[in-house]
């Protein structure tokens, strides 16, 4: 068996990210521990995860010129996270109370409700919810 473990996103800052990410999105903070880089350079470990979930993202905060051109473009400016939730409207909301953009209002496609949203990097994701009951 294997698994996705974790998933790394670079970001400019590791405390706006944890901000972001528990607190706009509702994960959780699962580490935050200082470690080195391979060089010995003080760093830290950030993961974050939404709640039950197994996978995680890893909060890289962006080292030299090189890592800082790739901050919100990581997926050359396409959709490359996928956030699934029980309750579409619910999360919505509690997004948009927290100042998260959305580049698109809510629509419903075949597989599911969708609103592609700017994480703090400025990467795209999808906001994906269950789909629309069908109406016969």
């Known amino acids: 068996m294997a698994f996705l473990q974790q998933v790394a996103v670079v970001v400019d800052d590791y405390d706006e990210a944890i901000d972001f990410f528990v607190g706009a999105l509702g994960f959780e903070l699962v580490e935050d521990s200082q470690t080195r ?19 995680g993202l890893l909060l890289a905060q962006a080292d030299g010129e090189g890592q800082r051109a790739v901050v919100g473009q990581q997926f050359a400016g396409r959709v490359g996270f996928f956030l699934q939730v029980d309750d579409f409207d619910a999360q919505y909301e509690r997004m948009l109370s927290h100042g998260v953009r959305f580049l698109t209002e809510p629509r419903d496609e075949p597989y599911g409700r969708l609103a592609v949203f700017l994480d703090v ?11 629309a009951p069908s109406r016969r």
């Open 37 to 55: 880089t391979n060089d010995g350079r003080a760093k830290r470990w950030v993961v974050v995860r939404p709640r039950g979930a197994a996978t």
């Open 121 to 131: 990097a400025g990467n795209k994701w999808d906001l994906l919810g269950r789909p």
